[in-house]
């Protein structure tokens, strides 16, 4: 059975930083694409960054470039969010997800295969 569990959440002050990681089990997803969304109360699902199956290439939502960092440990099968500069605006569920192809330049949420449960990050101003 998958399971993507996803850690690192919290409440901050604006400006701060915090690393979110999602562990997953079951499967090896070292040739799948994983990405990270959040959602935030009233709207959509929205795509942050994705990441390629070897940790190469990365693809990241306009919102989050220069600020957010996407990455992955293969071998701990492990991935990343680095997450700098924070405000109010980022507050949301965030959500780490697989997909079983390799693209990772296909943002929508249907697009993945697997979902972790989220983690909530909450910015204060």
């Known amino acids: 059975q998958v399971q993507l569990v996803e850690s690192g959440g919290g409440l901050v002050q604006a400006g701060s930083s915090l690393r979110l990681s999602c562990v997953a089990s079951?499967?090896?997803?070292?040739?799948?694409?994983m990405g990270w969304f959040r959602q935030a109360p009233g709207k959509e699902r929205e795509f942050v960054a994705s990441?390629?199956?070897?940790?190469?290439?990365?693809f990241s939502a306009d919102s989050v470039k220069g600020r957010f960092t996407i990455s992955r440990d293969n071998a701990k099968n492990t991935l990343f969010l680095q997450m700098n500069t924070l405000n109010p605006e980022d507050t949301a569920v965030y959500y780490c997800?697989?997909?079983?192809?390799?693209?990772?330049?296909?943002?929508?949420?249907?697009?993945?295969?697997?979902w972790g449960q989220g983690t909530q990050v909450t910015v204060s101003s």
């Open positions: 997800a697989a997909k079983l192809g390799s693209s990772l330049f296909t943002t929508t949420p249907s697009s993945y295969d697997y």
């Open positions: 079951g499967r090896t997803f070292s040739n799948s694409a």
């Open positions: 990441i390629s199956g070897s940790g190469g290439r990365t």
